[in-house]
């Protein structure tokens, strides 16, 4: 499995932005799909984004309808890193963000949990009102 390991994440106020990183180990992440999910206090862990690998070096994206327009999914494979850049952060954003992998590619859309083989800890981002 892969070992992953979150960072960022904190306290943020209201319409603020703030970003969580995910390092990843192995040779091969370039050819990992990489995604983030999130756990609402009292809430079922939902699927946030992806950075989808799907062949060559040709990758796409996709993000929850919730988010779109105010996240974004990046990757620096030189890193083995993924970031999720978040911007105006409203109070229901409050959550614990877990990076996943697989180290296949996704042709399609790739939203549930069972998917992803690799989590991490997942850093909490608490926004308040």
């Known amino acids: 499995q892969v070992q992953l390991v979150e960072s960022g994440g904190g306290l943020v106020q209201a319409g603020g932005s703030l970003s969580v990183s995910c390092a990843a180990s192995g040779d091969t992440f370039k050819s990992y799909t990489m995604a983030w999910f999130r756990q609402a206090p009292g809430k079922e862990r939902e699927f946030v984004a992806a950075?989808?690998?799907?062949?060559?070096?040709?990758?796409?994206?996709d993000y929850a309808d919730s988010v779109k327009g105010r996240f974004t999914i990046s990757r620096d494979n030189a890193k083995n890193t993924v970031l999720l850049q978040m911007n105006n952060l409203p109070p229901p954003d409050t959550a614990v963000y877990y990076c996943?992998?697989?180290?296949?590619?996704?042709?399609?859309?790739?939203?549930?949990?069972?998917?992803?083989?690799?989590w991490g800890h997942g850093p909490q981002v608490p926004v308040s009102s």
């Open positions: 996943a992998a697989r180290t296949s590619r996704a042709l399609s859309s790739v939203t549930g949990e069972a998917a992803f083989p690799s």
């Open positions: 950075h989808r690998w799907i062949g060559s070096n040709v990758y796409s994206t």
